[in-house]
């Protein structure tokens, strides 16, 4: 049942007797369920309006659990995989009776480490008490809990601290004592410390856990304004440091020592080590280790757990009866850090969500991400993302985990989501009983309160529900399972715990009822001094400024009246108190948002200071709040300040933003009477020396003395002291408003006058010698601008004679300007110094400036021009330059006409450079030229050009004349051919021409042969150099030089030792006197031509001797072994060379006798291997030779071995060896193939042998033996090849056949393979007589079976023919065929049938199909079943009341009770007004269709076979059918879309038929199925329109624009019956529409019959128009004399009846404290008050009279209207042009008529809220 409310039995916890509490006594806690609730669809899609709609009846039990639809199944958005997230330790067993935060597994650590660091001692290792060892720890932890040291002591706990650590002993005044004096000795100074470690650290807000051990910090919120710490933030920062020393760190005890025991949690990666776990671990347990599931298996085992036993050992852990318990629990995680578990478009999506469903739920208001800023939610201000409030929090808990008992920050809603895993069990109290509940948890743990006042502030505490229950606090349960939503309500307390593994989400909102309570809360934080986490002034302020909708106004006016109160009872009190000081604080940048900014916060109780707060000069960034001004410093209420940010006034003008329907009186009537406070307000007054004086009477005085100070001539103290005294009045209401306004005009004025003063002292003090700035003339402008003084300045009036006198020299500018030629340069510049004497800077004196400077600047370039000096200083350019600007100066100047002279001297000079240039032959013409103009200023391009060539021409040639000096003498030649080279080079870049470059190259020639020369003479050149040197010296006439002459003496020298060499060489002279020689020829200075030849007999010689060295001392003990191995060919050569040499050895005769030796083995080995070749010669023929030749083969092989023994011996490296060793390894070779002949060798051995083949030398692979062996071994290989069954395909029959015929040719034979070889033939030719058998068959006879047959012999016998690869193609051809009509004909899955079968059913179908189609047409109806096509005899039949055709009742599952009314579900769908999703392939059955352009491409591939199957049959007859079934609904599709009268039958009695063709047939065709879902939308389009037109229940406007939309999108032609239809209907309401919302938003201008009529045509109308129906309703509403709509007049009621009245129509200006309106008290002055009577007094002038009835109006209206009324009736008539009933109008005019109430209501007074009354004027 949709939105109604289940409330669940007593007992349980979800209801069932598997639930936590039901149906067991043992430990159930007897707590009763809260309610739940089931919403529909429609009411699920608002979340606040379904929230507001439950509230009544869910929020006295604080707490509701809402179960979404079952359509609503968001997406889960993480990946757990790899999702991680931080864990806290929760010690269950401390959340009720705990110790102080110390933990025992760290407390020796810690307690260790202060000793050492602060005390500079250890600790004792046994401490005694009572015979027994004392327990710091738990000492520390006893007297912490109770307030510690001086607590205990002071109240006397000590008898309780002993039987905290000794329980069950014996307590004597001794033993309290002693253990006393040893906390004193041991403890005392470790408090101490633990307090100042503690002192300041910000308390755990919302989300806190105390004592618990956090693995990750939490983040703080950006600014204050979500102050949520963690308590151990200093030891996280400790944990960072060892992070970076050890790999992993245990989460119990930080220590990431003993890594070897630490466990890891394969699901999050956190360690902990086995003796830190509880309880501990011995070993590590093998296998993945997840903390969640092994804690619930190690608590209740591997069997299912109820509920009940969960929850009874949970409170068995919390009350301490089991021990210690600790749990880890992920909460408050940030899904802003760490992700949510609902979609959002910033997050990715999961590859398995959808993209429409994904969108769908990001944009869901049950969507958490999206609760905080609904529409209606007052949050949507709030800028910020506070985590948990406007951002969710994520949830991971495990069983046991729990979440302690709190209500939420500001007393905000909370709606928590259970994405997955086990339930959680919630308990909760109501808000209105918070109190109650506050005093049992007082009364339960006092001693924590005590030490922590707002202990239910930290979430840190649990209490049994049992014990708040019985001290008689109602207690509520749920049970929240996945997918349900829990919602908690303001100010309810609420906490519970996990029942297992699970996710949750949780957030804050808050709609509009929620601000009572967030006042509630604000000043929760005020009493405990505790951070807001947002400023709840700001927040309504914000909302009250923002669009709001109708729900939010009471709630936002009561709060804004609440801060409004507090805020001026407070400002009025320090005004008392004497606070005068006052001023505005910043405004916001975004004043539209909540948070954007951090505002002050007070010192004492920690508040954000957002609308007022108190400052002094002696702290300028300390304030506090209103309440605590006393506490903010020592000095005197005179000097402190108050800081506002709107005035009283401003408030009040929120309170009219928040009363949008009702006047601001209303409201406050409504307040007034429930105070039932009759007295006045009291008059703000301040005690003076004269007596008291009133607020307001002291701002009539200040504005009396303001007036006479802007009266007065101005004086800067006393507007000081005016605005100064003015700081007491403006924070104030609507009545200080004139106060503000005075105070603006004196800041303005004394601005103004300050402005003006120091002007007028600029322009006095101003002197061409000061570096003070002109005035302006824009700001004396600015400051006499007004017609009349802002005050009375004297100054004021020299300002203006200023102004005047910058006036008229403006005007003598501007006229200067206007004539610019008829003055001259001397004339403005008077006028010029004329401006620069007045001491007011204008822009024209800026333009004179600019135009004088230009020209003054323009004479000075020419003078400068004609007194430069130096040649070539004028540019040419600036000559042309200056001409072009005197022709826009205007001005007639004598510089210009020298100025022309000049340009015409530059013409004539640039003409002679140029007819120069072109011929630059002569010298001296050009250095004539020069020096005519070598005086000339100017810069002539040409003239310079010139110059250049000259200069450079003269340069080169002193250069030239320069180098020829001592040019014989020089040292250093090669510079001097460089400098020579490079002169000859410029001289030929020169252009002008010059006659020495001849000369410069002979001084080249001479140069370099010099430098040759001394070359020659500091290195060794060849005597040829030396020789060709001396003749170029003759050629050049410089042999003569010194150089030259040293240079032939060496020549002489180097003659005669060349004729000394060639002796020798002739003679071949022992190697000494080669030697001396040699020596000779280093003296010499030039290489002789036989120097080269010389030392080359030398050295040849001497590496000749070394070669033969080795040789020489073969055999001695000399000899180095690893030199054993000599060549014999390097020994030869040897003796070759010692024949080449030029110079005499004796070791030439001993190496020829070694080499003698060697040559005579070498004989010995030729002629074994002569032998070898003389076997390899021999043929094997037949067996006979092959047996005698093997003992010949082994003999040789025999002397072979031999031979090779004695070479080695030589230690010489012998060729004939390796050639040996070949003939050896080859005789081998063949003794093992002769082998073969006489038996069978597998494939591997005949492998082997021709591997071995490959590896022996080449050289004997030509011999005939060889050949004879390897062919054979060849053979063999191939044969065995051949006999494989496995290579059959690889040979034709012929070449086995050409294979065994090789055999014949070879010389050694193998007669078993032959054999084996014959029989494969024979096999092979018996399966050929089979394939030609099966192909002399027809097709028909030709089966699959057969073709089977022969491709499986074929495989196996057969060699490689046409006949098999055909067998194999067509046997691949047609199974493939029938591989592809499987697939495509195959069953559903789970069905197993033939495709024969399935063919047949096919066609059995289209049969049928047509059938259809025949009986239709001929009007006969169809007695077989559509459904499953059986005989009426055989079962039960039912026939469709509208298409008449039967279906059988197993079929169509319905009963035969029901016959008469049964409709068929073609007839259904066709006649339905939205087609599902599917569409008709709904009606299928589940079975898929087949496609008909498959069964073609079948159909046609079947040709190719080379045999006719069955299924070829049927598919020809199927595709034939399907066309004829395809072709006949085609038809009638097309008859259906061309369809557009308005009588549906006709269509739907078509397409029923199609459909049922369609769906028997079992055939499917891409482009007709579309074409036929096209017509069944328009069909179905067309029944909806038809239901609009024909329902009792209007269409609303939207609808019809949407199914119009619908319609085009069709493509539905526009002629179609119902588009005009509802188009004509569209047109009509929209008509209406339009002119009902102008007339609702009039103001009254149209009568109140055309507005009834207007409202009668509206609901004639055949479209709804609700909205704007109730417009009009409410225009009509009259209230008054008048009788017309409120409007904005103001109004008052009556305090008898209650009637409204316009201030204007009952002649009152104001409202008086009581009014009694003529209708109730005709007679005034009888028991009425006096200010009533006198207000009567006051408008009994003309008193107001009851209006008559309308219908009095009506029959009157012949005789009392005119001619204007006649015609205001004939408009009406013409408006309403139907017909319309009187009485109607009647009926509607008194229902919308407010009856009067006499009942006589004694009225509150409304002095209080005076400020807040709006009164229109006259």
Known sequence: MGGRVRKVEKGVLGGGSGGLLGGSDCGSLNVPAGPVFYPTEEEFKDTLKYIYKIRPEAEPYGICKIVPPASWKPPFALDMDSFTFGTKTQSIHQLQARCAPCDPKTFRLEYNQFLEEHCGKKAKKRIVFEGQDLDLCKLFNAVKRFGGYDNVAKMKKWGDVFRFIRPGMKISACSKHVLAQLYLEHLIDYEEYYCRLNKGKGKSGKRGLNGSKKCEPLVEASGFKRRRKNKEGDRIEIQKIEDKEHDQICEQCKSGFHGDVMLLCDRCDKGWHTYCLSPPLKTIPSGNWRVAERVKKKWFG????????????????????????????GSDLDTSACGSGFPRQIDQRPPSVDIDVWNEYCGSPWNLNNLPRLQGSMLRTVHQNIAGVMVPWLYLGMIFSAFCWHFEDHCFYSMNYHHWGEPKCWYS??????????????????????????????????????????????????????????????????????????????????????????????????????????????????????????GVSPYLKEELLRIYNNERTWRERLWKNGITRSSRMTPRVQPDYVGTEEDPMCIICQQLLYLSAVSCNCRPSTFVCLEHWEHLCECKPIKLRLQYRHTLAELTGLLHEADKFYSVEAAEDSHLKRTASSEKQAVLTKKVKGGHVTHLQLAEEWILRSCKILDHPYSSQAYVSAIEEAEQFLWGGSEMDLVREMHTSLVQARKWAKSVRNCVSKLKTWSKKSDLEKVQMNHVNELLKFDTPPCNEPRHIQLKEYKEEADMLIQEINSALALWSEFSLDDLEILYMKAVDLPIHTMETEQLNLKLSAVKVWVDNVRNCFCQKVHSSVQMDMLYKLQAEILGKQLQLPEADRLNDLIRQVESCRSRCIQILKDLDSLKEIEQFLGEWDDFTVNVPELELLRNYYSDTITWMSRFDHVLMNVQEREDQRNLVDELTCIQKDGLLLKIRVDELPRVELELNKARCRVKA?????????????????????ILQIEKEKIFVDMSQRLAGAVCWEEKAQELFATKAPMSEFDDILRASEEIGIIPPSLPEVKLALSTAKQWLSKCKPFLLQGSSSFPVSDSCLQVGVLKELVLESEDLKVYLEECSLLEKVLKKVSEWEQEASSLLQDAENLWLVHIVGEGTASSLKPRLEHHVHSIENAVAAGVSLDLKLNMVPKLQDACSMLKWCIRIICFSSVVPTHKEVEMMLDDADNLPGTYKSSALWISLFDGLQWLRKSIHILDPNNHWQFEVSDVKKHILLSEDLHISFPLIVGCLRDAVQNHNLWLKQVLLFLGLSLGDRSWDLLLQLKEHGTLNAFNCVELQKVLLEFEKAQKWK?????????????????????????????????????????????????????????????????????????????????????????????SAKIPHGGC????SGKKPIALNGLKVLLCDANDLCLRTEEWEILDQIVAKAHDSNARAMEIVNSALSYTSQDLDVVKQKLCIALKATNVSGISDDEADLKFELALARNSWKIRADKFLRSSEKPSLKQIQHHLHEGLVMKIPPEDYFTEKLTEIRDLGSRWADTAKQVSADGGVLGLDRVFALIYEGESLPVSCEKELKLLKDRSMLYCICRRPSGQRAMIACDKCDEWYHFDCVKISSAPKFYICPACNPCPGEDTPPSVAAAQDRCSAEEPHTPLRRSELRRNSSKKIGAEMEIEMEMEMEMNKKEMDYSKFETLLWKQRKPFRRAARKRSQLESLSPFFYVQDK
């Open 1014 to 1034: 001394l070359e020659a003479l500091h290195g060794e050149m060849s005597m040829d150099f030396v020789q060709q040197l001396m003749s170029e010296a003759t």
């Open 302 to 329: 591997s069997t299912a757990t109820s509920w009940v036993q969960v929850e009874k050992k949970f409170w068995e852990i919390v009350d301490g009866s089991v021990g210690e318990v600790e749990v880890m629990y």
């Open 1379 to 1471: 591989e592809r009509c499987v697939e495509l004909v195959k069953p559903s899955i789970g069905e197993e049938n033939p495709p024969l079968n399935i063919l047949t059913q096919l066609k059995n179908a289209l049969e049928r199909s047509l059938e259809i189609f025949n009986y239709h047409e001929t009007g006969e109806s169809i007695n077989l079943c559509l459904c499953c096509i059986k005989a009426t005899e055989d079962l039960d039949l039912l026939t469709c009341s509208i298409c008449k055709d039967s279906f059988h009742v197993q079929c169509t599952n319905t009963l035969l009770e029901d016959a008469v009314s049964f409709v068929c579900q073609y007839c259904d769908f066709v006649n």
């Open 1481 to 1484: 392939s709904m009606l299928r």
């Open 429 to 550: 109290v109501p808000g209105n009983e918070a109190d109650a509940f506050e005093k049992v948890m007082r009364d339960s743990l006092p001693d924590l309160f005590e030490a922590q006042p707002d202990l239910l502030f930290q979430l840190v505490t649990m209490l049994n529900p049992s014990v708040l229950i019985e001290k008689g606090v109602p207690v509520y349960s749920i049970i929240q399972e996945p997918g349900n939503f829990v919602i908690t309500f303001p100010r309810s307390y609420h906490g519970g715990f996990n029942l297992g593994l699970n996710c949750a989400e949780a957030v804050n909102f808050a709609p509009a009822d929620w601000l009572p309570h967030g006042g509630f809360g604000a000043e929760l934080y005020r009493l405990y001094h505790r951070v807001p986490v947002l400023s709840h002034e700001e927040l309504l302020c914000v909302v009250a400024k923002s669009e709001f909708d109708n």
